[in-house]
């Protein structure tokens, strides 16, 4: 697989920006950095695709670890696990009662489809108390489109 992941990514570092630096590995067919649905902003990371597996192996071993607006880049083999994990039906959960925990949520949403990760309800670091809102990762956007349709404005 001719294809690199890149993680640890400063939120200025652009889809061209990543082309202009891995074409100095070797030929690039495509670069993809999956965005935030909500945000607009890239998740810090990305994928870039060379013309051949070779150049993806040089690319891993001469820009792992270098420096990009001041931090370290990781770059290594892009999984098909990995690749599969971001195809964007990611969705956003707010306005959650501080009592609903990741089981509940799981349980309710799984109806829907596949849920790739446990569901992060984001937490106060020092009390561990909700948020009020957390994210859940299904493995289709059938799956993560029939959740919101039927979901948006319950609870």
């Not at 993680?7 to 891995?22: H, M």
């Not at 696990?81 to 009592?99: M, Q, R, T």
């Not at 990760?117 to 289709?140: C, E, H, L, V």
Request: glycine share 8%; proline share 5%; hydrophobic share 40%.
């Amino acid at each position: 697989d001719a294809t690199v992941y890149v993680g640890g990514l400063d939120e200025k570092v652009s889809e061209p920006l990543l082309w202009e630096l891995f074409l100095q590995a070797g030929p690039v067919v495509n670069t993809h950095m999956p965005k935030d649905r909500v945000t607009g902003q890239h998740q810090g990371y990305g994928f870039v695709e060379f013309l051949s597996e070779e150049d993806a192996d040089y690319a891993i071993k001469i820009m792992n670890m270098i420096k990009l607006y001041g931090k370290p880049i990781r770059v290594n083999k892009a999984s098909a696990h990995n690749k599969n994990l971001d195809v964007g039906a990611n969705i956003f959960i707010g306005n959650l009662d501080p009592e609903i925990d990741e089981k509940l949520l799981y349980d309710t949403f799984s109806a829907f489809g596949v849920i790739l990760q446990t569901p992060k309800i984001m937490r106060d670091p020092d009390t561990g108390n909700s948020k009020g809102y957390a994210f859940i990762n299904f493995a289709s956007f059938d799956a993560s489109d029939a959740a919101i349709e039927a979901m948006n404005g319950q609870y």
